[in-house]
């Protein structure tokens, strides 16, 4: 019995080696010290490692993959699954939703993956290199997702090797313009197929790759500049039926051709995207043959009309979007057009916002499905009342904002909806605050701005804000306070409660808000909600216009998400605390008409972010720090005016390359302006591509991240007047220095600034002449140099500014006659006062000599002048030659022949005593007669 038992082992023992050999394996010292079942073949083991070592693990994900003892198996590693029978990796999955991993490389060893099915590296950045070709050795891949890799160089035309393929998406990746996709039809196995942001656009055969893969169910070429099908092309189709959802949103589809391919599959299509192309005409009728269709996305295009009989035929229709197209006509036709018969039963989603559809809004009562309305920004009107939606038990998600509709809804009603999204800003609903909003109990986005509210908060309103993300009540009268606000927001939230009659201080529960705008109202207070902890969440705080007091609390360092602060006008005082430097994202800060004393904190040097810096109308002292040029070279708006600065402008300025408003007036500046001026290449560029000046901000917080886009405003002195300016604010590229201590000439160099709207140097002790190339800066509206020590003539180049609108000279030492054209004389007079030695027109001084020729002569010599282009410079020179010739021929010979000269005095005598003679005798006639 023993030697059959022993004979047993060493039977066993000899199996289990034989299995492991059979499997690619090995098995040394490690393994046998140890208890570990090894099921990793070991050469596809190392070819993981080696995939390992081109990755940087940014989160330490792949801790499980090692070479010790306990993480031999690499079938138990994480992202890895291998075949329960033979031990070969069969999956590698490594998708980066979570930005866990950098990419470097991809090792060649994953070629000894022979048995890889599955591989999935989505997201991985590989910052732009080039796919390997071992990707196309890898033969017995199904599924590859090498989406949002960021590869870059030629297009991997490789993978047309794996005819295996049934997914492929290599979307998001940075390859060069591909030119052909004639590896495409090899993968006859494909049903999914999404190459999303490649440039395709030389690819004019498209649709023929995409008819001959039998079984693609999904095609997804969004964002790949895909020209036009060209006719031709289309003939050679022998399509799949199976083709079920096709995006091919984002491109430059304009032709009716792309419908004629579509056509193809009307029996399968359940999904089409036409979004963002350039498809333009009335909506075609293909769209009615397509009997499966149940999504349809056309938003921003050129459709046209409002008749289209298509859509009635679509009885699974359950989504529809025409948003941001050229629908015209009545609304109600349209919606009765569109789904007059089976349609109506099946519609869950519909858009038509952004459009010119017109009246009211029609009857949905037999819309029983309808989830999703969105009608906003069209041109209805009329009034609308709860019998409008008595019938929608299933809406979720409603705007109809930017119309001119009144709702005209009893104070009792209650919906049979449950409403997540609710859009009505502009619909006119006041004065009393809408009661049936009491009964929606889960709304997330609440939109009742401008809508003729003029009623107190209600006491159970913030009780349903729980789960609000979006509240917009701006521009309404709603009064009351925050007293009894007691909510804790489960996001958060942007609150814009700004242009109303709120009043009392800032509860600190609202400072877990990401967006905060209170702009607008009676708060009062002080702003130490701040330091709450929850405080950490906002990004955009827009406190603005209220009836704040003291001192900003120093405990901003925690406000790291901050990118707006906006705190003008209150009556804030103190010192602007030193832990603004500390809020290093802020990209605007705007303090303007406060009560702030001290120095700009030098800690602002840490916030190289910011744009926009507006102080004025303060009491800040102290010379204007340097480092605004040399830290804050992003500025875009700089104003310090309305302070008691002092000192010079330090030249550091002119780092400022980016700036377009550029503000220090009334101040004790003194000193000379600095010449390097020219420097300041934003405003050395004619033109502005908008009218507003649009900031947009990235909010990020731990959980969500938002972006927004702003409009920046600024006020300032304009044409003799203050004025707020913010949605034409964009091409008004300005320098104001005035009412300062400046001295010296103004620098030459202010002339190469040639996209300069407006520029005030004015009460100032400026000397010198105007420079005469002056008239460069031909996108002048406004000029002030007045009370100033300017002299000299006023440049004519000042004629050739055509869009001058505004111009003050007076009070200066200017002198001469005012240059006539047809710009000067039309302003008033009075901008030209004070200039003593200043005359000619619109002054009713005149020139010297213009009193000599009197008014008439004056104006006929300046006409003839004007009209006469015979008088050139050459005439002047042949007068002068001709009259030095006569003046020597005739005065040359008298001064130097002594006969000619007595000759000539002898005529001169006998013609004298003649003229004696005859004009005796003249007189005695008259006499005698």
């Known amino acids: 019995?023993?030697?059959?038992?022993?004979?047993?082992?060493?039977?066993?023992?000899?199996?289990?080696?034989?299995?492991?050999?059979?499997?690619?394996?090995?098995?040394?010292?490690?393994?046998?010290?140890?208890?570990?079942?090894?099921?990793?073949?070991?050469?596809?083991?190392?070819?993981?490692?080696?995939?390992?070592?081109?990755?940087?693990?940014?989160?330490?994900?792949?801790?499980?993959?090692?070479?010790?003892?306990?993480?031999?198996?690499?079938?138990?590693?994480?992202?890895?699954?291998?075949?329960?029978?033979?031990?070969?990796?069969?999956?590698?999955?490594?998708?980066?939703?979570?930005?866990?991993?950098?990419?470097?490389?991809?090792?060649?060893?994953?070629?000894?993956?022979?048995?890889?099915?599955?591989?999935?590296?989505?997201?991985?950045?590989?910052?732009?290199?080039?796919?390997?070709?071992?990707?196309?050795?890898?033969?017995?891949?199904?599924?590859?997702?090498?989406?949002?890799?960021?590869?870059?160089?030629?297009?991997?035309?490789?993978?047309?090797?794996?005819?295996?393929?049934?997914?492929?998406?290599?979307s998001g990746n940075d390859f060069t313009n591909a030119e052909y996709l004639n590896w495409l039809p090899l993968l006859s196995s494909l049903r999914y197929l999404d190459l999303s942001f490649t440039n395709l656009s030389n690819v004019v055969d498209w649709p023929e790759a995409v008819n001959k893969l039998p079984e693609l169910t999904k095609l997804t070429l969004a964002y790949c500049d895909l020209p036009s099908p060209i006719l031709s092309t289309l003939s050679y189709?022998?399509?799949?039926?199976?083709?079920?959802?096709?995006?091919?949103?984002?491109?430059?589809?304009?032709?009716?051709?792309?419908?004629?391919?579509?056509?193809?599959?009307?029996?399968?299509?359940?999904?089409?995207?036409?979004?963002?192309?350039?498809?333009?005409?009335?909506?075609?009728?293909?769209?009615?043959?397509?009997?499966?269709?149940?999504?349809?996305?056309?938003?921003?295009?050129?459709?046209?009309?409002?008749?289209?009989?298509?859509?009635a035929r679509l009885c699974s229709l359950q989504s529809l979007y025409l948003s941001r197209n050229n629908l015209s006509g009545q609304l109600s036709k349209f919606v009765q057009i569109l789904f007059s018969t089976c349609a109506q039963n099946s519609l869950e989603e519909l858009y038509l916002s952004e459009n010119d559809l017109a009246g009211s809004l029609p009857d949905l009562t037999n819309f029983s499905s309808l989830e999703l309305l969105r009608l906003n920004n069209n041109q209805l009107s009329r009034v609308i009342s709860e019998t409008h939606f008595s019938k929608l038990s299933k809406l979720q998600h409603l705007d109809l904002s930017s119309n001119s509709l009144v709702l005209d809804i009893h104070a009792n009603w209650i919906p049979p909806f449950q409403l997540n999204y609710i859009g009505l800003g502009s619909c006119k609903m006041g004065p009393d605050f809408p009661k049936w909003l009491q009964t929606q109990k889960d709304f997330s986005y609440l939109d009742i701005s401008n809508a003729g509210i003029s009623d107190i908060f209600p006491s159970w309103f913030w009780s349903l804000c729980r789960n609000v993300k979006f509240m917009n009540l701006t521009s309404n009268q709603i009064r009351g306070t925050f007293a009894n606000l007691i909510v804790e927001f489960s996001y958060f939230p942007i609150l814009d409660l700004s242009s109303n009659k709120l009043e009392g201080p800032i509860p600190s529960i609202l400072s877990k808000a990401s967006y905060l705008d209170l702009s607008y109202n009676k708060l009062s207070g002080s702003i130490s909600f701040l330091c709450s902890s929850a405080a950490i969440s906002l990004g955009f705080l827009d406190l603005s216009r209220n009836n704040f007091s003291g001192q900003v609390p120093d405990c901003l360092t925690h406000l790291e998400n901050l990118v707006l602060l906006d705190l003008s006008y209150n009556a804030l005082s103190g010192k602007i605390p030193t832990t603004i430097g500390y809020v290093f994202r802020i990209e605007t800060l705007k303090l303007r008409s406060n009560r702030f004393v001290g120095q700009l904190p030098s800690s602002l040097t840490n916030c190289t972010r910011l744009e926009v810096v507006d102080v004025g109308d303060n009491k800040l002292s102290g010379p204007i720090p340097e480092w605004l040029g040399v830290s804050l070279k992003n500025l875009v708006i700089l104003m310090l005016s309305s302070n008691h600065l002092n000192g010079s402008l330090p030249s550091q300025l002119c780092h400022l390359i980016r700036i377009k408003n550029l503000d220090f007036s009334m101040n004790n500046i003194s000193g000379r302006i600095p010449s390097c001026l020219n420097n300041l290449t934003a405003l050395s560029q004619k033109g502005h591509s908008s009218l507003t000046s649009t900031h947009l901000y990235n909010i990020s917080t731990n959980q969500h991240s938002y972006l927004y886009d702003y409009d920046n405003d600024a006020t300032f002195m304009w044409k003799g007047g203050m004025r707020t300016y913010k949605s034409t604010l964009g091409p008004v590229k300005?320098?104001?220095?005035?009412?300062?201590?400046?001295?010296?000439?103004?620098?030459?160099?202010?002339?190469?600034?040639?996209?300069?709207?407006?520029?005030?140097?004015?009460?100032?002790?400026?000397?010198?002449?105007?420079?005469?190339?002056?008239?460069?800066?031909?996108?002048?509206?406004?000029?002030?140099?007045?009370?100033?020590?300017?002299?000299?003539?006023?440049?004519?180049?000042?004629?050739?500014?055509?869009?001058?609108?505004?111009?003050?000279?007076?009070?200066?030492?200017?002198?001469?006659?005012?240059?006539?054209?047809?710009?000067?004389?039309?302003?008033?007079?009075?901008?030209?006062?004070?200039?003593?030695?200043?005359?000619?027109?619109?002054?009713?001084?005149?020139?010297?000599?213009?009193?000599?020729?009197?008014?008439?002569?004056?104006?006929?010599?300046?006409?003839?002048?004007?009209k006469d282009e015979l008088i050139t410079p050459g005439f002047y020179i042949s007068m002068g030659l001709g009259f030095a010739a006569g003046f020597w021929g005739v005065c040359g010979t008298l001064i130097f022949s002594r006969s000619w000269r007595y000759t000539y005095l002898k005529f001169l005598n006998g013609l004298n005593d003649w003229l004696f003679v005859r004009i005796a005798l003249l007189k005695r006639q008259l006499k005698d007669a």
């Open 1 to 170: 019995m023993q030697g059959h038992g022993r004979c047993l082992k060493l039977f066993l023992a000899f199996a289990l080696l034989l299995l492991q050999y059979t499997q690619g394996g090995e098995v040394d010292k490690s393994q046998r010290d140890t208890n570990v079942t090894i099921r990793c073949i070991e050469r596809e083991r190392q070819a993981l490692l080696a995939f390992k070592r081109g990755l940087v693990d940014k989160s330490d994900l792949l801790s499980s993959w090692g070479s010790e003892a306990q993480k031999q198996d690499c079938c138990r590693w994480v992202g890895v699954s291998c075949s329960n029978q033979t031990g070969h990796v069969l999956q590698l999955d490594l998708s980066n939703e979570f930005d866990n991993f950098q990419g470097k490389m991809i090792s060649p060893k994953l070629i000894e993956l022979h048995h890889l099915k599955h591989l999935d590296l989505h997201g991985i950045n590989f910052n732009g290199s080039q796919i390997p070709h071992i990707i196309g050795s890898l033969s017995n891949l199904r599924y590859l997702d090498l989406s949002w890799t960021y590869f870059g160089s030629k297009f991997p035309s490789q993978v047309g090797n794996l005819t295996n393929l049934v997914y492929l998406d290599l």
């Open 734 to 866: 300005r320098i104001d220095l005035s009412s300062n201590k400046l001295t010296g000439e103004i620098p030459s160099e202010i002339t190469h600034l040639v996209g300069l709207v407006s520029l005030n140097l004015s009460r100032n002790q400026l000397t010198g002449e105007i420079t005469p190339e002056i008239g460069k800066l031909q996108s002048l509206d406004s000029l002030d140099l007045s009370r100033n020590h300017i002299y000299g003539r006023i440049p004519t180049s000042l004629n050739g500014i055509d869009r001058l609108g505004f111009l003050d000279l007076s009070y200066n030492n200017l002198s001469g006659k005012i240059p006539v054209g047809t710009q000067l004389q039309g302003f008033d007079p009075s901008f030209f006062a004070g200039n003593l030695q200043l005359c000619g027109p619109p002054l009713k001084k005149m020139c010297a000599d213009e009193v000599e020729k009197g008014p008439s002569e004056q104006t006929d010599f300046i006409n003839q002048e004007d």
């Open 237 to 311: 189709i022998n399509s799949s039926k199976s083709l079920a959802s096709v995006d091919l949103s984002s491109n430059h589809l304009s032709t009716s051709s792309i419908f004629l391919w579509l056509s193809n599959y009307n029996t399968s299509l359940v999904h089409l995207s036409l979004s963002y192309n350039l498809l333009a005409g009335s909506i075609p009728d293909v769209f009615g043959n397509m009997s499966s269709l149940a999504h349809l996305y056309l938003t921003d295009n050129q459709l046209e009309g409002g008749d289209s009989h298509s859509f």
